[in-house]
Each structure stands twice: as structure tokens, then as C-alpha cells.
């Protein structure tokens, strides 16, 4: 019969403290150290595993319950993901033609009131001679150029493509300024540019739409016609790619003066200037606006309006960085309901899952289980169900980030901040919501708690 | 509340026996209580379930506690295994003076100096059988492997190694009790408290739990059985009788 030695003998009982009698079970470490370390990493595990056995026991609960959660998180993880992937779409856009570029116009390209229409339109226009007067006057410029845009429709033989945005330019360093390179063929002369002959350079969209996709020297020396007018293909430009479906690509350049023969010289020009490295921007933003100023009779510091815009892309990317914080705002608002009600529905279930225990948690106090032990149990089977319900927000984030980046044409950046924070912050929900309940748990009487069914 | 309803009867309040010669307790003893009153306020009466029950209880004893339903003896019980504290007297368990322990405190008691066997057996549905058994040496801080081990002795002593890793569902009655026996011996407890533990097996059955209450005291363990049964009671070596909260009679069987 190998029955244990269940208790110490009678004589040893009586003479030892207490305390010290000897346990299987007991470390040799002092009492404090020994139950505060290994209780609570037993008892946390076993918190862990009765919080798993719960949650797999009860599926379809378990994944009602996880909806909220997961529907805030997945929106949140989707929008950053795909504002990220914006993001680094419209820097690497802006960056062809850089922050070493501004610009000089009569009107900037965004007009925010009425009262602000009413006094650009009294503007003097933007003509030749100021680009001239700052080519030859700022020394911290480096390429001076004039570009002005219209919209007209190509045809080549019967076929036609709509749209194309026609560029003039002049000097032919507008198209450094541009930070477009020629694939093949050449840009016009000197000679070609002075005497406005009907030459152009076309973007590879041309060739695909009115040339079917042939390669580009076979587009060389066509005659195309851009709003009715003929035009000779000297060149074929290198790719710039699309930006939010909008391919930029779609592009005629002809020399300035020949856009004016042909749409007039009356409209205000746009003056594009650039400087050799970003430090020099200042300055040379400095020397220009001083040089118009003169120009449009305004002395230093004088009050109202300049008489021209001074713009450099920052522009768009101001517009575009309050845009998409307006979109974060409304993301963080949508998250932040869903994990709300989210967590009151964690908070219901689990309330719901410490009644339908109050006999197991009666047991578990019977048999030694303290106050934070209940607690800690409860508490680590809510954050169990939201941390899960956070992976799969990420996880379905991810995906619909994936889905809409495939769709619009921009790259994809798996951002592990952003799932970490989605978990992260479920767990929170996770640790809010169940502390109630699980302080409910803990505090039954074990006596009450054993009668339960 | 059955167990209270009996206790109504108009006594003197417990204050006036405090004013009583008290006996110290007895450091030799494995229990000592001495004037444990239990009294619940229903609504603006109080309630006596307890109306000042002394004695003492030395290592290795074998008691039985019988008394009819409503007599206090579920409530004695209750204050003898920690899970409750009485509203007035004192209650030694084993050189410590529960009585005035707080909620933490009484848990660790429980923990580890006292093995609840159930009538219902109180197992944990979804736990195995080794599980079960290991549940109170995770509450003690037992690191695993030792757990394990010390659970499997357990279940060794109760005749089940071969059930370690059913689940109670896969358990016969009898079994089940024997599983809650081994989780009541496991931490090696000062004192084995059943509560009405053959209530839910049959006859043979009881007998077998019966029987190994007696080995197990054998071995050396004090057995402390609530029952309302004579026959279960009659094979402890001590009886206490309770009725209406009071010790009635205190009996030497053997």
C-alpha cells in the first residue's frame, strides 16, 4: 500500500513553529520572495490556460464579442496604411521636381475666400519681362524658366486622346525644372524655339494612346495635331509614372513662343525658378520677392497686397497634409466608438461569463485562490478576447489596405508601429472593460459562490 | 437560510457573554475555538447561528459533526475550513489565531492548511483529473514540475493513476470523490473538512470513500466529517452533536 505520509508526525508538529514546517511544496526562499514570484507565474499562466479553454468552449460568442474591436482597430490600421502608402506616393512625386523649386504667378494655385479672388484678380499679370528681370537680376537663382498649360485633344490619323495637357516652355531648362528626361529623339533649338515652329515632345502617354503603344522612334517625325494645329514629334519623354490615378504622363511640350502663337499672349505667365540645393531656397525666395516687389512699385514692408504669388510645392503638401490629418481625425473618431462599444460589449460578456462561473470561481476560492488571483483570471480573459480581436483588426486591416492599394496603383507599407499600437490598444480596451466584472469575480463569497449551480 | 431559522428564538445578545470566564486557548490543540458566535442581520433582526461553541480538536483526530439540517452545523463547518469568519469568539487553527485574518489571509489558510472534500465533489468540468488535483499547489506557488509530481502522488494515493488525464464527465461518482480527495491531500493540509462527502454516491460507494477516510487517518491525518447521517458519523472516533448552534453533546466513540 503506497500511501502518502500526509502529515508531519505528531511530535515534530508540536515542537516546530509553524511556519517553518516543512513543506514538499515550498521553495527554500523567504516566504514573501518565494509566493510573490512563483504564485503569481503559476497562477498567471493558469489564468492564461482557463481564459483560452473559455474562450474555445464559447466560439460563436467568443467572435460576436470580438466584432467591435475588430472593425475599430481593422479601420484604423487600414487608413494609416494606406495614408502612409499616399504619403510616400506624393513625396516621391513632388520630389521629381523637388523643394528646390518655386514659383512666381499672379494668382497662387489655391484661392481660399472670395475677398481673396477680388484682390488677385486687380493683379498685374505676370509677363516675359519679370522672368527676364529675375533671370537676370537674382544670383541665387539657378534655372529661370516659363511654363504656361492648356487642355487640348490630340489626334494622330483616326485616332484621338482627350485631355492632354499642353505645355509652353522656354528656356528649354524648364524641362530639368520639370525633372523630366528625354527617352528618345531631342528637345527643340535655339532657332527651333525663336522662330515658334510647330515642334513638340511628347509624354509615352501619346504614344500609347494615339500611336498604339509603337515604340518611340517610330513616333519621331510624325505630325500630330494638339487642338487642331499640326505639330512635328521631335522627342519622346521618359515615364513620370500616376499620381492617385492621374497619370502625368499625358503631356505635349512645345516651345513658349509657339504656344503663344497659338493660344495668345495675353494670359499671365507662370515663372518657375529653381536653385541648386534646398538651403539656397530662402535666399533665393529673398532675392525674388524683392525684385517684384520693385517691379510692381511696392517699397519695403509696405502694407497690403504684393501683387504676386510666391509658391513653392509645399503648397500641395500642406493641402494634402491637412487633408489626410482631417481623414486621421475622422479614422481616430470611428476607431474610437467602436472600441467603446466594443469594450461594453467585452464588459457584458464578461459579466455574463463570471455568473455562469460563480460556482468554478466558488471552487477556486475554496481551495485558495485570493482576491487578485479572481482578478487577475477575469482580467487576463478580457485582454486575451480584445488582444485577439485587435490581431485580427490588424490582420484585416492589413487586407483591405492591400485590396485598396491594388486598386488606386500605390505601394503598400506594412507599418509594425501601427500593429503593435492596434494590439496595444485593444489590450487597454481589454484591461478597462474587464476590471469591473473581475472585480466582481473577486470580491463573491466563497460560501455564496460554492451554492451557485 | 435554513440553517438560521431554528437560532430565532430569543437569546441573550452575545455581548453579555463576553462577561463569561473564558478558557485561553489550548496551543496543544490542532483547532481550538472557544465562544465562536455566528449572527446574521436578517433585515433589523439578528440572527444567531452560533451561539458560543467551544472546543478543541488534537492532531489525528477522527470527528464526525452531525446535527439535523438547520442545527449550525454547515455553519460550523464553514468557519472551520476559513471560508467564513465568526462575528465574534476565537478560532486557533494549527498556533494561528484565524479569527482576526483578512480576506488574503484566510485564502492562504485555505491554501494551505485546510482539504475541503465536497458533497457534490466541486471539481472543475473542464479540467483533467491531474489538473484538478494540481489546481490548489498552483494557487500554493508550486513551480510545475514539482506540481506535477506532488499531484500525481496524490491521485496515487486515492488508487486513480490510471484516470490522470480523464475529465470528471469521464469519472464515476466515486472516482470523482476520490479526485477531490486527492486535491484536498495534496498541499498536505492540517486538517481533511468533508462536507457531506458519500451525499451524492451510493451505498457501496460510500463505503469505499468511507474506508478510505479511516486509512487515511491511518496515515496520520485529522478527518473532520460533517454529515447528518448516524451510520457515517458512527465510523469517526469522536462525535460532536449539534443542535441550535450549541454543542449538544461531545462523544467518544472509540
Known amino acids: 500500500m503506497a500511501l502518502m505520509k500526509l502529515n508531519a508526525s505528531p511530535e515534530s ?12 511544496g515550498r521553495l527554500v ?10 504564485v503569481r ?23 460576436l464579442t470580438l466584432v467591435g474591436i475588430v472593425v475599430g482597430v481593422s479601420a484604423v490600421i487600414a487608413v494609416v496604411t494606406i495614408i502612409k502608402g499616399l504619403d510616400k506616393t506624393v513625396a516621391s512625386t513632388f520630389s521629381s521636381q523637388g523643394s528646390t523649386v518655386f514659383t512666381i504667378s499672379k494668382n497662387p494655385q489655391i484661392i481660399k475666400s472670395r475677398e481673396e479672388f477680388v484682390t488677385f484678380s486687380k493683379r498685374k499679370d505676370v509677363t516675359h519681362e519679370d522672368e527676364q528681370a529675375i533671370a537676370r537680376l537674382c544670383s541665387a537663382c539657378w534655372r529661370v524658366g516659363v511654363a504656361a498649360n492648356a487642355i487640348q485633344t490630340v489626334k494622330y490619323a483616326d485616332q484621338k486622346s482627350e485631355n492632354v495637357r499642353v505645355r509652353g516652355v522656354t ?31 511628347v509624354g509615352p502617354d501619346i504614344l500609347k494612346n494615339v500611336f498604339a503603344d509603337a515604340p518611340p522612334d517610330r513616333a519621331i517625325g510624325q505630325e500630330i495635331r494638339v487642338g487642331g494645329r499640326p505639330y512635328e514629334i521631335i522627342g519622346v519623354l521618359e515615364p513620370l509614372g500616376s499620381i492617385f490615378g492621374f497619370s502625368r504622363d499625358n503631356v505635349v511640350y512645345i516651345p513658349y513662343a509657339s504656344y503663344q502663337k497659338a493660344y495668345g499672349a495675353r494670359n499671365s505667365i507662370v515663372v518657375f525658378i529653381q536653385v541648386p540645393t534646398a538651403e539656397q531656397l530662402e535666399a533665393a525666395e529673398d532675392q525674388v520677392r524683392t525684385i517684384m516687389r520693385n517691379r510692381r512699385g511696392k517699397t519695403f514692408n509696405e502694407d497690403g497686397d504684393e501683387g504676386f504669388a510666391l509658391e513653392t510645392q509645399d503648397v500641395f503638401l500642406d493641402l494634402y497634409g491637412k487633408a489626410t490629418s482631417n481623414i486621421y481625425l475622422v479614422t481616430i473618431g470611428v476607431a474610437a466608438v467602436s472600441l467603446v462599444v466594443g469594450g461594453i460589449v467585452v464588459m457584458n460578456i464578461m459579466l455574463v461569463s463570471v455568473t455562469e462561473r460563480t460556482k468554478e470561481i466558488g471552487i477556486r476560492k475554496a481551495i485558495g485562490a485570493r482576491r487578485k488571483d479572481i482578478l487577475t483570471q477575469f482580467l487576463i480573459e478580457a485582454v486575451t478576447v480584445t488582444a485577439i480581436g485587435g490581431a485580427f483588426g490588424v490582420l484585416t486591416g492589413f487586407g483591405l489596405a492591400y485590396v485598396i492599394s491594388a486598386l488606386i496603383g500605390f505601394p503598400l507599407l506594412i507599418n509594425v508601429a501601427s500593429a503593435v499600437m492596434g494590439v496595444g490598444v485593444s489590450s487597454v480596451v481589454g484591461i478597462i472593460s474587464g476590471l469591473w466584472p473581475a472585480w466582481r469575480a473577486a470580491k463573491l463569497d466563497p460560501i455564496e459562490a460554492l451554492r451557485a449551480e | 437560510m435554513s440553517d438560521v431559522t431554528l437560532a430565532t428564538t430569543p437569546l441573550s445578545e452575545p455581548v453579555v457573554h463576553q462577561t463569561q470566564v473564558r478558557v485561553a486557548h489550548d496551543p496543544a490543540s490542532l483547532i481550538s475555538m472557544r465562544e465562536i458566535w455566528k449572527t446574521y442581520q436578517m433585515g433589523t433582526e439578528a440572527v444567531h447561528a452560533l451561539h458560543g461553541v467551544s472546543f478543541d480538536v488534537k492532531k489525528g483526530e477522527y470527528i464526525a459533526i452531525i446535527g439535523p439540517s438547520g442545527s449550525g452545523k454547515s455553519t460550523l463547518m464553514n468557519l472551520i475550513g ?3 469568519t ?10 494561528k489565531n484565524v479569527s482576526e485574518m483578512d480576506d488574503d489571509e484566510l485564502a492562504r489558510i485555505r491554501n494551505q492548511e485546510v482539504g475541503f472534500v465536497f458533497q457534490t465533489f466541486n471539481l472543475l468540468a473542464r479540467a483533467t483529473a491531474l489538473h484538478n488535483v494540481e489546481l490548489p499547489l498552483i494557487y500554493g506557488g508550486v513551480g510545475s514540475s514539482q506540481r506535477h509530481e506532488m499531484a500525481k502522488q496524490a491521485l496515487k494515493a486515492v488508487d486513480l493513476l490510471d484516470r490522470v488525464t480523464h475529465r470528471p464527465n469521464e469519472l464515476s461518482g466515486g472516482q470523482r470523490q476520490r479526485v477531490a480527495i486527492a486535491r484536498a491531500l495534496v498541499n498536505h493540509p492540517s486538517i481533511l473538512l468533508a462536507d457531506e462527502p458519500t451525499g451524492a454516491l451510493d451505498t457501496h460507494t460510500s463505503m469505499e470513500i468511507m474506508d478510505l477516510f479511516e486509512r487515511l487517518h491511518e496515515e496520520g491525518n485529522t478527518i473532520i466529517v460533517v454529515t447528518h447521517e448516524h451510520d457515517i458519523a458512527a465510523r469517526a472516533h469522536r462525535i460532536l452533536h449539534i443542535r441550535d448552534g450549541l454543542i449538544e453533546r461531545d462523544e467518544k466513540v472509540r
Not at chain 1, 29 to 38: F, G, N
Not at chain 1, 41 to 63: D, G
Request: proline share 3%.
Open chain 1, 13 to 24: 508538529q508540536e515542537t516546530e513553529q509553524t511556519d517553518q514546517r516543512p513543506r514538499l
Open chain 2, 82 to 84: 476559513c471560508l467564513d
Open chain 1, 29 to 38: 526562499l523567504p516566504k514573501k520572495l518565494s509566493s510573490i514570484r512563483t
Open chain 2, 86 to 95: 465568526a462575528s465574534q469568539g476565537e478560532y486557533w487553527l494549527n498556533g
Open chain 1, 171 to 201: 528656356p528649354t531648362t524648364m524641362f530639368d525644372i520639370d525633372g523630366v528626361t528625354i527617352d528618345a529623339g531631342r528637345i527643340w533649338t535655339e532657332g527651333e524655339a525663336s522662330s515658334s515652329r510647330e515642334v513638340c515632345v
Open chain 1, 41 to 63: 507565474l503559476a497562477a498567471l499562466w493558469e489564468a492564461f490556460l482557463v481564459a483560452t479553454s473559455s474562450l474555445r468552449s464559447n466560439k460563436l460568442r467568443t467572435s
